[in-house]
């Protein structure tokens, strides 16, 4: 309003475009300007070859993190999918020990199980009332200890090679793009879907409205607990998915999944959602979460030790979080 | 009217459990475990057991009664654990002023964490993870392994003796008196309950609000100072992986919420702390003895944790209603 | 009486508040003198609680002074007016319930010792003071605040303000929530505060209470003061005539014709739960019944028993002549019922969400969960269409609900209504906190509703909006319907019927 008073014909032409580049979020930008730097310190980058391999690497933190922003639209964290990746990781090798005739059947397990795991966090939310972070953070220990004692503390057995398939092969013979790693597609196919629920369906519309007000929303008929126990089925989902990529192509160990909850929170914040629930997005959490992966290639381009990148990681978090505090402050 | 009972100190029903746990630990380990259950040398060992833990999770009690969090504990312990070791090199002259740079360095931390979530008003979890993160990081760029040694004299802070008592674990319980009485009968301890509990309420009684929770934060990261003190003493050298390894950040939450004290602030206690800790050592003692995989444990302290908690709030729905 | 009046303690002279479209205060004058128990009534919206606000800090007059003891006072901060020795106990309790009763009656004050808290000390005037108040026999200065009973908390802030050093108390509608015999508690409690020199501004809508309590009563209406009167000079019939006498400046709708009227949408027979006894009425399509009575009449218990959220434990619940049960708000809304519930920010509205999500809110609770959100528009309602219908001022239809007026979200609740089809509607306080020309525009479109066929149960604190807007009047006291009263009824006599009181003249129909 202050600026109409002076308005020129050049500002008064500008204005629309500058309007409507203002209302794109920050994370394209930061993601962007991450890229074009990545691209400057490494000229392959920009090749197909060399971005999908970056793409694929990226793949099991972008998935984790749309499933878990289906959980934090609704105000709630779940902390138990670094422990279900290392739970996949593991009973896929045990399941299988390296026969490819048990692929199927292990997959099919190993989604039932986080299925299971989903459906009980959602339970324990919404029956016996206990907040999602103690929830799922039992579940963190637990799913953990159930790992390593099903695998009875080390490694064992190994994955066969159709199961890693997912994680580690390419499509050949795509035009333009010569080969595309399973995982790309997988997480093109993934982004979509979950794009869609979120912001497509009556589901996603749901979840956002009881994060946003639960007492509004159970006053409109919605009926929480079966959102709830969704989104965690979905995030639990979207562990598994992340665990068997992963397991094909960073092999079995211990602690596969380790800190990869904090990661997926952390890049869903970056993307701009609000802890408390009722706002996110899905294309700016996955944005978050490649930037997040950009940034930690950069880095690594740069020269910075690797030991380094909890560190800016850590400062991100901090970041993010203080201009998300700002900006909502300013706002109201 | 009903006329309330005066002084009605009932004994924390979690007391009750960890005695159940531990009956429930003589009788599977008289029967199919090996090693004699009820010795001085078994119940100090699961004492000894509960020391690192048992300090940090007193620290953690002081900010989730104030409504925060500090997640960034386990880091702030390799940090310490991996100073203490690199600035004494083993020299007794060295340990006064490596122990006053690494308590420096807690109270800078608790500072920092109780600045960032008063200030820039950020979420406890997120500010805590951020700044355990950076912590991490620059730990980990630093030291790559075990870093110097603390000298022979100090590792008697871990190993030694009080006539019949080990050390650690009398400063264990003196720790927690001390916490109990600042909780009990000061009034910092009075305001942290009224902020955890209302913080409106709080401000509008004249508390500053603010502080109370910073000092809330000093005073876990002092904790966890001490606690990384302790297990460098014990491991005679510090290594930037002894904090995450032993989970302090989660299991100390993990403590204080089986202990009964809310998640969202204002009631609890260094108590029923106490008491979560020593049943995750009764547990795994027993298991131990049982000869059970230690995994299992894991699997069982999880569901301990849930069970817990939607028992305290089940019940409270119960009064409430 | 006594001869010679000690001066005034507290004198509050010529106040006057400015809200933005309201005058709220209007040069309110009123006094109160050491030992009195002065009560302040009027309808809602009269200017109590603003004026209490004044008094104790919160709000900043525009015009008008404040006198303590003869001294002029300026408030900034509600803690300067407890400073000063006026304390306010609101409906809403600010204890701590984990905490004891010492420790929240001494919280920012705790008596120390070599910087700890004197325990002893504490426990002992804590004790001093629950003896003044005569209430140390059922509450111990050691028990949790949780344990007490509501009357009990509201005698334990007593003690804090008598522990402040309060020579002022401000009342708010302290029996709002209080069973029978707790009132006599709190009463005995208050009268020995008189008797030790207290002054007492006493809020209440309860006329039984007021003429029990106290010496002088000053009425409000419209922001401003109309009359203090001696308590026993007057009777309640000339007390409702102060508060309620008025012009009508205002042009509601005209009330529905007979013909309009169709069959009976919801019939409630005997029906009960915990907070209402005995219900029974029916409601017509294209009729608006309006709910009146006091706070605390289970006005809003009712429509939550309707709607599924507190249902009814007995009794008979037909709609449209079919015998239902109605558990939860999602089997009320299949029922082709909706609820615009008092509170619009905290109960109606996910305030993040935009305009067109809300409208659909409850229209997408009866869809499946995977149905195509593109498909509401075109299947289902036509938001757009219902933005219009509502006359809803918005930039867009994409502004998340924040950001709009009182009076638009209210069109957005609604639309959210109108977009299920629904056949019933109850309003719980249709146009409150809502500016004068927007409440026009809910009243309009009301009548517009129930001419189109909807059957409407209006639940308002508001008369001359239960008066101007319903075809039928049912009054409320105690859980029950106390009363039935014709479109048109008289404030007075829908007042005496809500106050627990016969009807003074006219016909009673039930």
């Known amino acids: 309003m202050a600026l109409s008073t002076r308005t020129t014909p050049f500002t008064r032409v500008l204005r629309k475009p500058l309007k409507m580049v203002a209302a794109i979020p920050a994370i394209y930008f930061i993601l962007a300007a991450l890229l074009i730097w990545i691209s400057f310190e490494n000229p392959n980058f920009p090749q197909p070859e060399v971005f999908l391999a970056f793409l694929r690497r990226a793949t099991p933190l972008l998935i984790l993190a749309a499933g878990q922003l289906f959980v934090i639209v609704t105000g709630g964290f779940d902390l138990s999918v670094g422990s279900l990746i290392t739970l996949t990781v593991l009973g896929g090798a045990l399941l299988t020990d390296g026969n490819a005739d048990r692929t199927p059947l292990a997959i099919v397990t190993l989604y039932l199980i986080g299925l299971g795991v989903g459906i009980f966090n959602g339970l324990v939310v919404s029956y016996l009332r206990v907040s999602s972070f103690i929830t799922t953070l039992g579940m963190l220990i637990a799913l953990k200890g159930a790992a390593l004692l099903w695998s009875g503390g080390a490694p064992a057995g190994y994955l066969p090679d159709n199961f890693r398939i997912f994680g580690r092969q390419n499509l050949e013979g795509v035009p333009y793009l010569g080969k595309v790693p399973y995982a790309v597609i997988i997480l093109v196919v993934y982004s979509l879907v979950a794009t869609y629920l979120l912001h497509g369906t009556n589901f996603g519309k749901k979840a956002l409205a009881v994060g946003d007000n639960p007492r509004a929303a159970a006053l409109s008929g919605i009926a929480i607990p079966r959102i709830r126990i969704a989104v965690f089925v979905l995030s639990s989902i979207s562990a598994v998915t992340a665990g068997i990529l992963l397991g094909g192509f960073a092999g079995v160990s211990m602690n596969v999944g380790d800190g990869y909850e904090l990661e997926a929170i952390a890049a869903v914040v970056l993307g701009g959602a609000m802890l408390m629930g009722g706002k996110g997005s899905m294309p700016t959490a996955i944005a978050g979460a490649l930037s997040l992966r950009a940034l930690f290639t950069l880095l690594n381009l740069l020269g910075l030790p690797s030991p380094y990148r909890a560190a800016v990681q850590g400062l991100i978090i901090i970041g993010a979080a203080a201009y998300a505090a700002f900006r909502s402050q300013s706002e109201s | 009217m009903k006329l309330s009972v005066p002084l009605r100190r009932r004994i924390p029903s979690i007391y009750i459990v960890l005695l159940l746990f531990y009956l429930a630990g003589w009788v599977l380990v008289s029967l199919f475990g090996r090693g004699t259950w009820l010795s001085g040398t078994n119940l100090s060992n699961m004492a000894v057991r509960s020391v690192a833990l048992g300090i940090v999770a007193i620290g953690q009690t002081f900010t989730i009664l104030v409504g925060s969090l500090d997640l960034s504990v386990a880091y702030l312990i390799s940090v310490v654990a991996v100073m203490a070791s690199y600035l004494m090199q083993g020299d007794p002259d060295k340990v006064p002023q490596a122990i006053l740079i690494v308590f420096g360095i807690g109270v800078g931390v608790g500072l920092a964490n109780g600045l960032i979530i008063t200030k820039l008003r950020l979420n406890a979890f997120i500010a805590t993870v951020g700044t355990g993160l950076l912590m991490q990081g620059v730990l980990n760029a630093s030291f790559e392994n075990f870093a110097g040694a603390v000298p022979a004299s100090f590792q008697d802070f871990a190993y030694g003796k009080l006539g019949p008592f080990p050390a650690p674990v009398l400063l264990l319980l003196l720790i927690a008196a001390l916490a109990a009485f600042v909780l009990e009968r000061t009034r910092f301890g009075a305001h942290l309950y009224a902020v955890g509990g209302n913080r409106s309420t709080a401000r509008l009684s004249g508390v500053r609000t603010d502080r109370v929770i910073i000092a809330a934060h000093v005073i876990a990261s002092l904790m966890a100072t001490i606690s990384g003190l302790f297990i460098v003493s014990r491991l005679r050298a510090g290594a930037p992986w002894v904090g995450p390894d032993g989970a302090y950040d989660i299991e100390s939450v993990a403590a204080v919420v089986v202990g009964g004290t809310a998640l969202s602030g204002g009631r609890g206690g260094v108590g029923g702390t106490l008491a979560g800790v020593f049943i995750f050592s009764v547990l795994d003692t027993m298991f131990n003895q049982l000869g059970i995989d230690p995994y299992l444990k894991q699997v069982f302290r999880g569901l301990i944790i849930i069970a817990a908690v939607a028992s305290y709030s089940v019940r409270s729905r119960e009064t409430a209603a | 009486m006594s001869q010679s009046s000690p001066p005034p303690l507290l004198q509050i002279r010529g106040i006057t508040k400015q809200f933005p479209g309201v005058l709220a205060l209007d040069n309110v004058s009123l006094e109160c003198y050491p030992g009195e128990i002065h009560a302040v009534v009027g309808e809602n919206g009269a200017g109590k609680s603003t004026l209490m606000k004044i008094l104790v800090g919160a709000y900043q007059p525009d015009h008008g002074e404040i006198y303590l003891d003869g001294q002029r006072v300026h408030f900034h901060h509600p803690r300067q007016a407890q400073q000063a020795g006026i304390s306010i106990i609101y409906q809403e309790f600010t204890l701590l319930p984990y905490r004891t009763v010492a420790q929240n009656i001494f919280l920012g004050r705790e008596p120390a010792r070599h910087g700890l808290i004197d325990r002893r000390a504490m426990v002992e005037k804590t004790s001093e003071l629950l003896r003044r108040l005569k209430a140390d026999a059922y509450i111990s200065p050691h028990a949790l605040v949780r344990d007490l009973s509501v009357a009990q908390q509201q005698i334990v802030e007593i003690a804090k303000a008598l522990s402040l050093e309060a020579r002022v108390l401000v009342m ?339």
Not at chain 3, 363 to 376: D, S
Request: net charge negative.
């Open chain 3, 172 to 510: 708010d509608e302290p029996t709002a929530a209080l069973a029978a015999e707790e009132v006599n508690l709190l009463f005995d409690v208050v009268r020995s505060l008189r008797d030790s020199g207290m002054a007492i501004i006493y809020i209440s809508h309860r006329f039984q209470e007021i003429f029990e309590l106290a010496r002088r009563i000053t009425v409000l209406k419209d922001g401003r003061h109309v009359a203090t009167v001696m308590a026993h000079e007057i009777t309640s019939a000339d007390l409702v005539r102060l508060m309620v006498g008025r012009e009508l400046e205002y042009y509601y709708p005209p009330y529905a014709t007979p013909e309009e009227i169709g069959e009976t949408r919801l019939r409630v027979e005997n029906a009960s739960n915990d907070f209402l006894k005995n219900i029974s009425f029916e409601l017509r399509a294209g009729e608006i019944v309006g709910i009146a009575g006091l706070q605390g009449s289970g006005r809003t218990e009712l429509a939550q028993a309707l709607f599924g959220v507190k249902p009814f434990t007995s009794g008979k619940v037909e709609v449209r002549g079919r015998i239902t049960h109605i558990s939860s708000p999602l089997a009320a809304i299949r029922q082709g019922m909706g609820f615009i519930t008092e509170d619009r920010k905290r109960e109606g509205l996910a305030l993040r969400q935009s305009v067109w999500d809300n409208v659909l809110l409850a229209f997408r609770a009866l869809q499946h969960m995977l149905t195509p959100v593109r498909l509401n528009g075109a299947g289902g309602p036509d938001v757009r269409a219902l933005t219009q219908q509502v006359d809803l001022r918005a930039a867009s239809l994409s502004q998340p609900v924040q950001y709009l007026s009182g009076g638009n979200q209210q069109k957005v609740v609604l639309a959210k209504w109108l977009a299920t089809a629904s056949e019933i509607l109850i309003f719980d306080e249709p146009t409150r906190g809502i500016d004068v020309n927007a409440k026009a525009g809910i009243h309009q479109l009301l009548r517009a509703l129930a001419r189109a066929g909807t059957a409407i149960l209006m639940i308002s604190s508001e008369l001359p909006e239960v008066i101007g807007m319903s075809d039928r009047i049912l009054v409320m006291h105690d859980g029950q319907i106390v009363g039935e009263l014709p479109a048109g009824a008289s404030e007075a006599d829908i007042m005496l019927l809500a106050t627990g009181q016969q009807l003074l003249a006219g016909e009673k129909r039930s």
